[in-house]
């Protein structure tokens, strides 16, 4: 199965620093999407884009779904400690809910106090 | 409150074992999927399903099976548990049609000894 490019693999920041995020692909994708997952949980969606160029934020994060299609980046502005955790992008090549995801590798956002 | 649950949170099980991971959702959704995690790879489908006594494999199903005899219920199989299967497993359901949010369980995280 196809996977996505996600780097960097591991973050180490301190408090208040911006982190930047991206995910690449072989194919044109014509959905992105970002997860966060915490310590001990599931993945929860925080972005979904539909759209080449688009820019969407939800607070402090911000997504873009990249003008070739074929990628998307994730910025987090001002980090908190409870930023702390696992960054995923998922992708699909259609516009319809019903076909499945493909996962990035995943980012790992460590905060330093 | 949404909500996806597994019947574990550890599993410890021996090699050539039969091992079964259950899932349960409470909203109703007709797609439930079974996805591995593990370090550096990401989240990689094994099973889905689109609605009751439907299966459709993933990108990994290769040592597994699955059952969905009940909407609200999706279990993953590991017919003979082997070393390379320990994984933490999530699950996870959505509505069927459009729309994005994708809810996961806490994960099992299985050791095969």
């Known amino acids: 199965g196809q996977q996505l490019n996600q780097s960097p693999q591991s973050m180490f920041i301190q408090e208040g620093e911006d982190v930047s995020m991206n995910c690449t692909s072989s194919?044109?994708?014509?959905?992105w999407l970002w997860y966060k997952q915490e310590p001990g949980e599931g993945p929860v969606l925080l972005i979904a884009?539909?759209?080449?160029?688009e820019l969407t934020s939800n607070g402090r994060l911000t997504a873009q779904f990249g003008i070739t299609r074929k990628d998307s980046f994730l910025n987090i502005s001002a980090s908190i400690p409870s930023d702390v955790g696992i960054y995923f992008c998922a992708g699909r090549e259609s516009n319809f809910g019903n076909e499945k995801l493909t996962f990035g590798t995943g980012t790992r956002l460590t905060i330093i106090p | 409150d949404v909500k996806v649950t597994q019947s574990s949170r550890y599993l410890v099980k021996r090699t050539g074992e039969k091992v079964f991971l259950e899932c349960v959702q409470d909203?109703?959704?007709?797609?439930m999927f079974w996805y591995r995690q593990d370090p550096g790879l990401g989240l990689r489908l094994i099973y889905f399903s689109y609605d009751v006594k439907m299966k459709e494999k993933g990108d990994i199903p290769e040592g597994y099976s699955v059952s969905r005899e009940k909407k609200e219920r999706f279990s993953l199989i590991l017919e003979s548990a082997s070393t390379n299967q320990t994984s933490m497993y999530l699950c996870?359901?959505?509505?069927?049609?459009?729309?994005?949010?994708?809810?996961f369980g806490p994960g099992t995280r299985l050791l095969v000894l």
């Open positions: 996870a359901s959505r509505r069927g049609g459009a729309g994005e949010t994708q809810y």
């Open positions: 884009l539909y759209k080449a160029g």
């Open positions: 194919s044109i994708f014509n959905t």
């Open positions: 909203m109703d959704h007709e797609n």
